[in-house]
């Protein structure tokens, strides 16, 4: 009987296994000192243009460093350098947490 050389793969590519959905909320919504990625920017023309000229562009990790209360600013990290922006525009940066979801 003949064998195959090939090797069979019994999870994720790279042999790593998932272990479920990667979870999707907005920036205003993750902890403080958590590093999230940037999946998409809900906005209008002008704000995401904003927006990739300081950097905040799909792929790039953010860490969230502070969130004021009472619905005030959150300050990030993006590429070394510190930002703060207000709830609204953070409100529609979709990120990509550490965190899986199991359903």
């Known amino acids: 009987m003949i064998r195959s050389m090939h090797k069979k793969s019994h999870g994720h590519r790279n042999g790593h296994k998932r ?9 205003t919504e993750c902890d403080k000192g958590e590093e999230v990625r940037v999946l998409n920017v809900n906005a209008g023309y ?3 243009r904003r927006l990739a000229h300081l950097g905040i562009v799909p792929g790039v990790k953010i860490l ?3 969130s004021a209360p009472f619905r005030g600013p ?5 590429k ?3 930002l703060v922006l207000g709830r609204g525009i953070a409100s529609k940066i979709l990120v990509e947490c550490n965190e899986t979801c199991s359903f």
């Open 19 to 27: 272990r479920g959905t990667p979870l999707i909320k907005c920036l």
């Open 46 to 48: 002008g704000a995401k």
């Open 64 to 66: 969230k460093k502070k």
């Open 74 to 78: 959150i300050e990030i990290f993006v």
């Open 80 to 82: 070394g350098t510190k």
